[in-house]
């Protein structure tokens, strides 16, 4: 079996469905449940004894330590992450916690589990961080996508904190000789994405008939990866990556931010109509950017491909109609996380910046 953490969020739980639909082997998933952290997500799987939920933190080392005491995994796959770049402006500490203290605790209940296991079993460990692209910072418009060698200059306490996680589980590698991989991918959109992100949140104010907030001029340029892609990508580097190495995962995908709330509107009109028969492109309105706003990312995932063969089968116009329908035919999933926490934030991060 495998340890899936973070496995009830937007990433993790599309990665628990993927692998379950593909194979029988169980999945042991541990998520704490924070505000996207949504069991909601994992609905369909509610009588599927392959599928062993445990809600707890990656921080909780004996909790930790139990269930790889208990179940022996084969492999952990690790996503569990404080992740918006927002949220990390306005409360940095979670982040802090989380992506830093709770990934040093998990690291050492892991090396503690790896070290006593027999020699077989130990050498087919394999411990797999998932983590992102804004670890190295910002790209002028004409500079060389991102490699997996480029150097690390986070500018936000969010990508400064996984920035941090990524240098301890090479360390553990080299100092300790855990079995690490570790993945860098970028930005992913696609089903059961938390609507506090670009995209959901733009289908999501649409359809609401609410304003759609761009920041700044818009022109923020970010590589999109639909999520079951980034998923594939994942199971491929856990089959077949080389210990120790850093695998980036992209879609090829290089848009501005306002490209792609016009290609959403441009889906929304066609798939559901606004009652005045107008664009919901009129709903746009450009408001204050947020401090440190990265202007590019790019990655350049040749490496994967070259290596172990992988590319993304969505292109972005597959994706992000895929997308639209899956948000238009589960509006009751979108209803039930717009709680009154969400709204608090959005009203948090949205209100009063100047227009």
Not at 2 to 16: C, D, E, M, P, S
Not at 237 to 257: F, H, R
């Amino acid at each position: 079996m495998i340890l899936v953490t973070g496995g009830a969020g937007f990433i993790g739980a599309n990665f628990v469905l993927e692998w379950l639909a593909q194979f029988d082997e169980t999945v042991i998933n541990l998520d704490v449940l924070t505000y996207a952290g949504n069991h909601e997500n994992l609905a369909s799987l509610a009588d599927d004894e392959r599928h062993l939920f445990v809600q707890g933190d990656i921080g909780d080392s004996d909790l930790v330590a139990s269930l790889l005491s208990r179940h022996q995994p084969r492999a952990i796959i690790n996503f569990a992450a404080e992740s918006h770049v927002d949220r990390s402006i306005h409360g940095p500490e979670d982040f802090i916690q989380t992506n830093i203290v709770g990934t040093f605790r998990m690291l050492e209940a892991v090396r503690a589990y790896w070290s006593n296991l027999p020699d077989e079993a130990g050498q087919s460990f394999r411990f797999l961080h998932v983590s992102t692209d804004e670890v190295y910072g910002s790209l002028a418009k004409d500079d060389p996508a991102f490699t997996e060698t480029y150097r690390y200059e986070p500018n936000s306490p969010y990508s400064a904190s996984k920035a941090a996680s990524d240098h301890l589980v090479r360390a553990y590698h080299h100092t300790y000789g855990l079995p690490v991989l570790t993945t860098n991918c970028s930005n992913n959109y696609g089903p059961y994405h938390f609507p506090e992100k670009l995209i959901p949140l733009m289908i999501v104010n649409a359809l609401a008939g609410k304003s759609l907030p761009v920041y700044g001029d818009g022109r923020q340029i970010r590589d999109w990866l639909y999520v079951k892609d980034h998923c594939s990508a994942i199971r491929r580097v856990l089959d077949a990556g080389n210990v120790g190495e850093v695998y980036n995962i992209g879609g090829w995908n290089e848009k501005p931010n306002i490209g792609i709330v016009h290609t959403v509107c441009a889906l929304l009109d066609e798939l559901r109509v606004r009652d005045d028969g107008k664009s919901y492109r009129e709903q746009i309105t450009y408001v204050t950017d947020r401090p440190g706003h990265d202007r590019r990312y790019a990655i350049d995932a040749s490496k994967i491909e070259r290596e172990l063969g992988w590319k993304p089968a969505e292109t972005f116009d597959t994706g992000i109609r895929k997308t639209v329908q899956w948000y238009l035919e589960n509006q009751s999933w979108v209803a039930n996380v717009q709680s009154g926490a969400y709204r608090e934030w959005v009203e948090k991060n949205y209100t009063g910046r100047a227009v």
